[in-house]
């Protein structure tokens, strides 16, 4: 279901008295949400040991030995790796895969959510199975999954060379690759890190250490020509496939492209660079001072900073404004288009642009209580447990899903009309 | 032609030494504070006057750090040695009087006997540092040429002031000698392991910053 | 004047160390050492190796000096005097050989415990030189074995053991179903958002210790605390990268750590009683990221217990009543002042503490830390009587009764375990954690 099809009336609909699964179940684990707001599922222990998913109030079917990491995919359907009999699945919607792994970690859902990747191990080797269909090649090591937007394609770093416990010179001539459902790359290396597909998932770019103390970054297995002290995560230009990522030179950091360096400007700190949508603008987090945290746009950085940290960068989609959440002191705020906006809390979440980047919500923690501030503005209903806010497609109303603090310990889900609170 | 030689020290050099003390140690200083600045920048997040200061204070406390109350020689002879070491040149009623004669400024002088026998604690002071170095088997080993270098450029010129004082024979040949070693030991400070005294604040109250204020122990 | 070296200290020989060596020429050794002074050598070097004045007044401090009868070579200064100082006057201009004795001394004959810190009038930092001289090693591939196999492990599953993804995942579970014969509702909750507590450990505990995280688990438990593990890379706080001088993989391994609790949007971390692992979290790897101090609260697991305690988050069953010391381990009081809060903790769960000498600030380090310990066998034998001093230290307290020590640090552990067993000391070592599991009321306290 498209966003535009979920249910934007204004208002409050009630949708689970999730308090009262406490008192059905030995155990309740931590609930989640749909994206749509309409379900709430947690796992719940039905008898010793003997565990099932709550949908809603309605449970699974089958039961399991353990579940967790129940997740819902961007079309609200809910996944969760099961095992029975240390037998390990996905499964999805209460349906588990048929093939069954010694274990399974990491699921991924494709972009619109019809496809799940997962991480498995047999017999100590390792691949990845997508909609239970693994790889035909399997490793003695696999970290890192990562899956392309489409739900096609997934790649994890594996090792490629045997070697011995403390043989550190093999070791040193490089023994991992990249496997692109399943297919190595040609060249080995002494690590890879942060794989990262295109957004047309053609190509595969990742991190790498070439020597002890060499690093590049490897796209399609080739290596930049230029290697610096460190790099962090590669990410491709939305549309024309070059891939910029950070990199250290005489211990500062600099944005590279393609292997040379775009943002003259050296920063202390720079990392978890974003394109706009468009590919016409970049932000990144940076530090251009020790210890001073901000945001830069096409290298140049706000004037406004935080002491302790910034992160949840997010650009608007019209790619003219940018967010980000930053500390000074333990205390977190929000910080949209360089300002600050007034209130400090205990913790504070990624911000979210509403579809024509007019508006910005957040949701917030001060003193156990969870809110959502829209704008800057805090609304008036504080919750026991909150979700991130979702704006409706055309930018008028905003979604809240929450579990109310007060009295009744229900799960909500609101839509607000924005004019009303903005 | 000695007189000549007095005039040179007594004037022109004179000036030289204490330029190039001043000038040498003010360099010395500054030159590093960039090179602290460029490349252990991270450091200047972490100084703390109080915490700098704390630390200092129990250095410069006699006995007041546990190492000291380790080796209460060493503490008693290093102290003593340091302090004639500053008093004598700056309180010697000889001295005084010279810059009297040609500024006409003056202060409080120690008496002879007590500024005789000053300096003859800095000189065994020297002597004592001699000895350690070479009895004291780890200090030995760490002990290079320019380690005794450095006690002789302490104990000349002391010797022959005091030589010059009491007008033992060969007395003026020991004014010169005296003359020509102070202002020796004043221009090699900034450029030695005598520098110690430069770079003690500097040294002492970034450990005292980082202990204070990051680690929250104590470094005494 | 530097003495021609002895040869009962020749070099031992160890596969990492000489493997390099047959690789490495003088005329690379002399273009790394060039190139890491010119880049890295700042004022902190400078001032360090011109301001000593060589007076020895450090030396004592040292459990290596010691230990080893006052051998000259083993003080603070004279580890100086054998690497950097020669590298320095020659312009790098060294021989293989010399970097092969200069990487067993930096490696193997320091803890970086910083006691001599408190011992010289100038405070000048020996394990900052210490380290600045394994920086060196590391560019020249020249690194002790073990250690070095352990810093790969970092580089290549981002933890010190090579525990593979699923393994953590694995053990953590299993550790919940076992705690869970013992009290059926608890959890160890896997990527809980927004819990107010991340707890952290190093490699070893699920490798080796896994007992540790189930005692976690149930003090957690008992105190009511809302916490969560991660299910991914970043659960491991330790570093052997920082003592190998890849400052660079340091710091990768710090960001993973802190960014696996900034996505779980805990408030804090609270760490197990490991003490390099705070050293690299508080004021190592942060620094080298661009973080002044840890950019989410870290707290190592004896304030984490002193915390509980002050604040009645605990019930005690009864009282620890076996005789025991402390071992105040270097990088948690020297690095972090927690000797007294370790004593507030002791105090309330034990009946008999009984204070080594010197202790607190003072105390002479396990001679395990630093990496000593890691660079494994071919070094384990000099690294025991290399701390004799504490084998007598330790004997003190036990003729004063006490049967058991504390040492609220892994490394300390493996040191102290080592030191025991070769001196015949019989005594026994624990975690805090150990004694406040064994105490403890386990049930669910009431806020
Ligand atoms: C307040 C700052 C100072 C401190 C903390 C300090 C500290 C020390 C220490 C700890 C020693 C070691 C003793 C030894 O050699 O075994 C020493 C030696 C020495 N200091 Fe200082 N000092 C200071 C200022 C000075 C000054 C102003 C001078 C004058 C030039 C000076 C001259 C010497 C000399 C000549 C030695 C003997 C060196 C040797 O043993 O070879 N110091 N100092
Ligand atoms: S082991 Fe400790 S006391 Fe000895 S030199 Fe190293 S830091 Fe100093
Ligand atoms: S105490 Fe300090 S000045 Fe003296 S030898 Fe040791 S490091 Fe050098």
């Not at chain 2, 002879?112 to 003859?120: L, Q």
């Not at chain 3, 570093?239 to 802190?258: N, P």
């Not at chain 3, 058991?404 to 624990?430: R, S, T």
Request: aromatic share 12%; glycine share 6%.
């Amino acid at each position: 279901m498209e966003h535009r099809q979920w249910d934007w009336d204004i208002g409050k609909k009630k949708i689970a008295d999730f308090h009262q699964w406490r008192d059905l179940y030995k155990q309740v684990q931590e609930p989640v949400v749909s994206p749509d707001g309409e379900t709430l599922a947690a796992v719940v222990e039905v008898e010793d040991m003997v565990f099932s998913v709550c949908e809603n109030g309605k449970l699974w079917e089958n039961t399991f030995d353990r579940i967790w990491y129940p997740r819902f995919g961007p079309n609200s359907r809910l996944a969760a790796l099961v095992s029975t009999e240390a037998a390990w699945t996905v499964a999805t919607a209460d349906c588990p895969w048929e093939a069954v792994f010694d274990f399974v970690w990491d699921p991924r859902f494709s972009a619109c959510g019809g496809h799940i990747s997962a991480a498995a191990q047999n017999e100590g080797q390792y691949n990845a199975v997508t909609d239970g269909v693994a790889w035909n090649a399997s490793y003695p090591s696999l970290s890192g999954l990562a899956m392309a937007n489409d739900g096609t394609k997934t790649a994890a770093v594996v090792q490629t060379v045997p070697f011995n416990s403390g043989d550190i010179f093999q070791f040193q001539e490089g023994c991992y690759s990249a496997a692109v459902n399943g297919k190595p790359w040609e060249h080995n290396f002494l690590n890879l890190w942060e794989l990262n597909f295109s957004p047309d998932g053609r190509s595969l770019a990742a991190e790498a250490r070439t020597t002890l103390y060499d690093y590049t970054i490897v796209v399609d297995g080739m290596p930049w020509p230029a290697s610096f002290e460190s790099v962090w995560k590669p990410v491709f230009h939305p549309a024309d496939g070059s891939v910029t990522a950070p990199v250290r030179k005489s211990g500062k950091w600099f944005l590279a492209k393609n292997g040379a360096i775009i943002w003259e400007k050296p920063f202390l700190q720079l990392w978890h660079h974003q394109y706009s949508r468009d590919g016409r603008c970049i932000a990144a987090i940076v530090a251009p001072a020790f210890g001073k945290w901000t945001v830069a746009v096409d290298s140049r950085p706000w004037s406004l900073h935080f002491s302790d940290l910034v992160t949840d960068l997010a650009i608007s989609p019209d790619g003219n404004r940018v967010a980000c959440v930053g500390c000074t002191d333990g205390r977190w705020a929000v910080a949209v288009d360089n300002r600050c906006w007034n209130d400090r809390f205990d913790m504070v979440w990624q911000p979210v642009f509403s579809p024509d980047s007019r508006h910005v919500a957040a949701k917030v923690e001060k003193q156990g209580r969870f809110f959502i501030l829209v704008n800057g503005r805090p609304l008036k209903q504080t919750f026991s447990e909150l979700w991130d806010p979702v704006f409706s497609p055309d930018s008028t109303r905003l979604m809240v899903r929450g579990i109310e603090d007060q009295n009744s310990g229900h799960y909500c889900r609101y839509v607000f009309q924005l004019s009303d609170l903005v | 032609m000695m007189h000549e030689l007095y005039g040179f020290l007594r004037g022109p050099m004179l000036w030289v030494a204490l330029l190039v003390f001043f000038g040498g140690s003010g360099y010395r200083v500054a030159a590093m504070w960039r090179l602290a600045r460029k490349k252990d920048a991270v450091i200047f997040n972490y100084s703390s006057g109080y915490y700098a200061l704390r630390s200092i204070f129990h250095w410069l406390l006699p006995f007041g750090s546990r190492n000291m109350r380790n080796h209460p020689v060493m503490t008693v002879v290093a102290f003593v040695f340091h302090i004639c070491l500053f008093l004598v040149p700056l309180f010697l009623s000889a001295h005084i009087i010279l810059i009297k004669e040609s500024w006409n400024v003056s202060w409080p002088w120690l008496p002879d006997h007590a500024a005789d026998a000053m300096t003859w604690m800095v000189v065994a002071g020297c002597g004592f540092f001699a000895a350690r170095r070479i009895i004291q088997p780890d200090v030995r080993y760490l002990t290079s040429t320019s380690d005794y270098l450095i006690l002789a450029a302490i104990a000349v010129p002391f010797v022959s002031g005091t030589w010059a004082f009491h007008q033992w024979p060969a007395f003026p040949a020991a004014t010169l000698v005296h003359m020509a070693s102070a202002e020796i030991l004043l221009m090699i400070i900034p450029f030695t392991r005598l520098s110690h005294m430069l770079f003690f604040p500097f040294t002492r109250g970034y450990m005292g910053s980082e202990f204070g204020a990051v680690r929250k122990a104590r470094d005494w | 004047m530097t003495k021609s070296l002895p040869t009962d200290l020749a070099v031992i020989p160890d596969k990492g160390v000489d493997g390099a060596a047959a690789r490495l020429t003088p005329e690379r050794v002399a273009r790394v050492i060039q190139i890491l002074l010119a880049e890295e050598g700042g004022a902190r070097l400078k001032v360090y190796t011109e301001t000593c004045v060589h007076c020895g007044l450090c030396s004592e401090a040292c459990h290596f000096y010691l230990s080893n009868d006052k051998d000259p070579r083993f003080a603070p200064a004279a580890k100086v005097k054998q690497t950097l100082d020669p590298m320095i006057r020659k312009n790098g201009r060294v021989s293989v050989d010399f970097m092969k004795k200069a990487c067993e001394i930096a490696f193997t004959e320091c803890n970086l415990c910083r006691r001599c810190v408190m011992y010289c009038p100038f405070g000048i930092d020996i394990s900052y030189l210490m380290l600045f001289v394994r920086r060196i090693c590391h560019r020249l591939g020249m690194v002790p074995q073990y250690i070095q196999d352990t810093a790969h492990s970092h580089s290549a599953t981002l933890n010190q053991m090579w525990v593979k993804e699923d393994e953590w995942i694995d053990t953590l579970q299993w550790q919940e179903d076992e705690a869970r014969d013992e009290i059926p509702d608890l959890r160890i909750p896997l990527e809980k958002q927004g819990a107010d507590v991340m707890y952290s450990v190093i490699g070893p505990e699920p490798k080796f210790r896994a007992q540790l995280i189930y005692q976690a688990a149930v003090i957690m438990h008992a105190a009511g605390v809302d916490w969560t593990m991660p299910a991914t890379p970043g659960w491991d706080n330790s570093d052997m990268c920082m003592y190998t001088g890849d400052s660079e993989m340091m710091a990768r391994l710090k960001k993973v750590h802190f960014e696996t609790a900034m996505r779980l949007k805990t408030k804090r971390i609270v760490m197990g009683e490991c003490g390099h692992a705070f050293r690299s979290v508080y004021d190592v790897g942060n620094r080298h990221l661009g973080w002044k101090m840890p950019p989410l609260p870290m707290v190592h697991a004896i304030e984490f217990y002193y915390e509980l305690f002050r604040d009645g988050k605990l019930s005690l069953a009864k009282k620890y009543d076996v005789p025991l010391t402390l071992h105040d381990p270097c990088n948690v009081v020297r690095g972090r002042g927690l000797h007294e809060m370790a004593r507030f903790v002791i105090h309330k769960t034990c009946t008999t503490f009984i204070e080594m000498h010197p202790n607190r600030e003072h105390n002479y380090c396990c001679g395990a830390g630093g990496g000593v310990i890691n660079c494994g066998p071919p070094y384990a034998k000099k690294r025991v009587e290399g701390n004799r001093v504490k084998a007598d230290q330790l004997a003190a307290a036990k003729a004063k009764g006490a049967r058991v020590i504390i040492a609220p640090c892994h490394n300390c552990h493996g040191g102290l375990e080592d030191i025991v067993k070769y001196y015949e000391l019989d005594m026994e070592i624990k975690f805090l954690g150990d004694i406040i599991y064994e105490c403890i009321e386990k049930g669910e306290v009431d806020s």
